[in-house]
């Protein structure tokens, strides 16, 4: 009884890993005969819909299943079989028993599409990126662009889009992302003159990412405000835009409009992209220090970001404070941090915030106060600190931060008396931002809405009601994984 048992044991294993692979394996040629169907037919949405359910399989692509996967769709022994098959590693001996004999006669007794061909270099692509062989995957997506130049075909736009994506990452994650500046720019010309709008706004964010990598933010801006604009097509793509020209205006100090960039990336990115959404409420926090708010604390405490934002919320409270000598501690405190987010240059300038506000302060609570014991509360350790306390008030009350005076001949720094505010025009002001601002949000709501073309002069057949809702389940179950995918 004991010998039976432990028999079962040892089969198990091997026999779960065959039946994975086999289904695996099915799952692989429905999305081949997918895009065999796209191809013959011309429709771009069973393409796309192909790319949505390999991103499902990535995790389950293994070396044995996709030697198995290219004998099936390519032609073995043709140059692009021999190409795909030296990036794959040779797999187990009982996982390439799977379905190898089928396999060599269906890829010989078919035409080859080129859509197929080229879903081939994604997933083997897939496969080498999720293996973490960027040096393999640099040479796949080189021989893949190759390829491509040669193809002008709108059913291969989807699949082309993604492998421009993972040929930038490729060379980004071997740190040689300056070669390849020159084929993005190419890449980006050609896909304008094709009208082939998914790969202008995946090759424009890769190429934005390319200059500021390099902090080179004046070209960046070039390149952004002189290539064409259109309806974003992918909201991963509009989400990557918008996060970029928020860092460009906020080099540029343009900060009430980087400001509005980066919340609205951070809005619109899907809950699953938990690193972007954390690198957009960075810049944001930032931004609107300088801008001389303090964020909610909400910001801080959101799910999954408490800890990557603790050195901002240090910072925030420095500078809510307006106490200089704890602003600098944290500055020391977190240095690393700040220069691996390259934001370093961005809180330098904010040394100017922390003095304002921390003026802002003493002359609420004080009506009359000598310049000395302003120097002495801003704790400025220069050489001259009264002279200083003396320009830094002077220059508030031009910029009308505070509404004070200076008594010259005595050295005192007279503090006018605060009005009510709602006599004034603020809030009429805050309620129209916010008003513009949901007018705003349901605008962009009714301008993404998208129907399938002639709806209204066609009815629907059950069959297409089938297939429809069929697309549309898939698509909710694989929207999450793809969107941490694309993140």
């Known amino acids: 009884m004991t010998q039976d048992v432990e028999m079962k044991d040892n089969h198990t294993p091997s026999q779960s890993i065959i039946s ?24 771009v949405r069973r393409i796309a819909r192909a790319v949505r359910l390999t991103i499902g399989l990535r995790r389950k692509l293994t070396a044995s299943v996709l030697s198995s996967f290219l004998d099936f769709a390519l032609v073995p022994g043709s140059e692009p079989h021999s190409r795909l098959s030296s990036f794959v590693p040779k797999g187990d001996e009982h996982d390439m028993e799977v379905d190898t004999a089928s396999s060599a006669t269906l890829a010989s007794s078919k035409h080859l599409p080129a859509e197929l061909e080229i879903y081939c270099y994604f997933i083997v692509l897939l496969f080498l990126v999720d293996q973490k062989k960027y040096n393999e995957a640099k040479a796949c997506s080189s021989a893949s662009i190759a390829r491509l130049k040669n193809l002008n ?32 720019l190419a890449l980006h010309h050609s896909a304008t003159l094709r009208h082939d709008e998914l790969g202008q706004e995946t090759l424009l964010n890769l ?28 909201n991963q793509q509009f989400c990557r835009y918008l996060f970029y020209l928020g860092k460009i205006r906020t080099i540029q100090l343009e900060y009430t409009d980087a400001k509005e960039s980066l919340l609205q990336a951070a809005r619109k990115a899907p809950i699953a992209a938990l690193g972007f959404r954390i690198q957009c409420n960075k810049w944001a926090i930032l931004v609107r220090l300088l801008l001389g708010e303090i964020p909610e604390r909400s910001i801080f405490t959101q799910k999954g970001m408490d800890k990557a934002l603790r050195p901002y919320f240090e910072l925030t409270n420095a500078v809510r404070i307006g106490d200089l000598e704890l602003f600098r501690t944290v500055q020391e405190k977190f240095s690393d941090t700040f220069a691996q987010d390259r934001t370093h240059n961005l809180i330098v300038r904010l040394r100017h915030n922390v003095i304002r506000t921390g003026l802002r302060n003493i002359s609420i609570s004080y009506s009359r106060i000598s310049l000395p014991d302003v120097a002495k509360k801003l704790r400025l350790n220069s050489e001259n600190p009264v ?44 309620f129209n931002s916010r008003i513009a601002f949901c007018l705003n949000m349901h605008n962009e709501a ?7 073309p002639n709806t209204h002069k066609e009815k629907e057949s059950d069959e297409k009601r089938r297939e429809r809702k069929q697309q549309e389940e898939e698509l909710a179950k694989h929207m999450a994984e793809e969107d941490d995918d694309d993140f």
């Open 207 to 234: 190429l934005l990412r390319n200059y500021l990598h390099y902090n080179l933010y004046d070209q960046a801006e070039k390149l952004r405000s002189k290539a064409p604009r259109f309806e974003a097509h992918s």
């Open 446 to 452: 009714v301008r993404a809405l998208r129907f399938p």
């Open 153 to 184: 075909r709108r059913t291969i736009d989807v699949i082309a889009s993604r492998l421009y994506f993972y040929y930038s990452l490729s060379y980004e994650q071997t740190g040689d992302l300056a070669e390849i500046r020159g084929n993005l």
């Open 387 to 430: 002279a200083d306390a003396e320009s830094i008030v002077a220059k508030a009350i031009r910029d009308g931060a505070i509404d004070a005076t200076i008594d010259h001949k005595n050295g005192y720094m007279v503090s006018k008396e605060t009005g009510d505010i709602y006599s004034t025009n603020e809030p009429q002001t805050a």
């Open 20 to 43: 994975s692979t086999t289904s695996t394996m099915h799952h692989l040629k429905e999305i081949a005969a997918l895009i065999d169907t796209g191809s013959y037919t011309k429709e």
